[in-house]
């Protein structure tokens, strides 16, 4: 599987946009980048998932790279209740099957 | 729509004792899967299931088993809890390999 590097922690003000990144350099073509993130030790929540177009749906936007090897997760008017742990994921082929594996993720901080 | 419901949400058990933790979804979903989760980390994959009447290791299956009772229920079971198997327990859903997942609210399990 494609491994994925993200930044520990972010701060985001009130009512501005968050830009998160994800870099998987070595991201193969028929990898999906998807998007979870974790309120507080809530069960995790799916919010976006894209191959090499621009996605963008009610709660996010997503923005890879031509070169697919890096993305950006924006959250485009941050609430306080947006504050989570995002996770980047890279999803890859197993020999039976699909999973997602987690990373430690990026620890948004919104504030007020 | 209950979504995924997981069973309890809170357990303390003694070392050597067994256990098996419940999780049901409505959603008609073809996979499921348990993850572990321990303070600070993300979340690691303990054993998945593709479809109905298989089943498949994860990243740390060590100690654990599972058990795909239908296309609805899939159990995960401690024969022998030891303190390192203290964590949150998560139990995932999907439609298919393509789609995102949906997550439970986690069972809390501390060994003693």
């Known amino acids: 599987d494609a491994k994925t590097t993200q ?7 009130e009512g501005r946009a968050a830009n998160l990144p994800c870099n998987h350099s070595t991201i193969s073509g028929n990898e999906y980048v998807y998007w979870y993130r974790q309120i507080h030790s809530q069960g995790p929540q799916y919010i976006i998932h894209g191959l090499k177009n ?42 039976t099957g699909n999973q997602f594996y987690f990373g430690t993720g990026t620890s948004l901080t919104v504030i007020p | 729509n209950a979504g995924v419901t997981q069973t309890p949400k809170f357990q303390v058990l003694k070392t050597g004792q067994s256990m098996t933790l419940q999780c049901a979804q409505d959603m008609n979903h073809n996979s499921m899967y348990w993850y572990r989760q321990d303070p600070g980390m993300g979340l690691r994959l303990i054993y998945y299931s593709a479809s109905e009447g298989t089943t498949d290791k994860g990243e740390v299956p060590n100690g654990y088993n599972v058990s795909r009772l239908n296309k609805r229920e899939f159990s995960l079971r401690l024969e022998s809890a030891a303190p390192s198997q203290t964590s949150v327990y998560f139990c995932a859903s999907s439609l298919s390999d393509r789609y995102g997942y949906t997550f439970g609210s986690g069972t809390r399990l501390t060994v003693v």
């Open chain 1, 7 to 13: 930044p520990p922690s972010m701060d985001c003000a």
């Open chain 1, 54 to 95: 621009n996605e963008t749906n009610e709660m996010a936007s997503l923005i890879i790279t031509e070169d697919r090897k890096s993305s950006t997760l924006i959250l485009p008017h941050a609430t306080l209740r947006d504050t989570a742990v995002y996770y980047c994921i890279v999803r890859g082929q197993q020999n």
